[in-house]
């Protein structure tokens, strides 16, 4: 698993875990708080053998992804749900949002990262921010049958 932290004046508030669902117990992985299936939602780069194996990190591939048509509106929709669960947890409870599609390598990683940073700078960095990428680095999936 690989991370990306983005600290704030006060403690960590939301985690973010992106996940691929075809890995096994990829399920038990998704505890409470609020999940986002992305796998009919947004084209898979994976198919595109430019980005098969790379991963949303990789500044091409997140661009990709963000570039899908609806994609920046989910984003955007998929923050202002977050913060609003925050606002109604007592202080220090964190709140959760599981990102899934098919492998965890491509668009979960690009819209946890991208969810991640609009809420952080919707909350002024006052919080910090937590990016959980369970799959990042497993093998690629083969086609789904």
Known sequence: MQSTYLDGIGPVTAV??????R?????????DGLYLDLRRALRN??????MRYR???DADVYAHVLATPGARELIDRTAVQLRALADEVPCGRLVRLTVACQGGRHRSVAVAEAVA???????GGAYGVEVEHHHIDRPVLSAAN
Do not use: F, M, Q, Y
């Not at 973010?16 to 669902?21: E, F, T």
């Not at 890995?23 to 505890?31: F, K, N, Q, R």
């Not at 780069?45 to 430019?50: L, S």
């Open 117 to 123: 940073h609009r809420v952080w700078e919707d909350w």
């Open 45 to 50: 780069p994976a198919k595109d053998p430019a």
């Open 23 to 31: 890995h096994d117990g990829a399920h038990e992985l998704v505890t």
């Open 16 to 21: 973010i875990s992106s996940i691929g669902v």
């Open 55 to 57: 991963t949303g990190w």
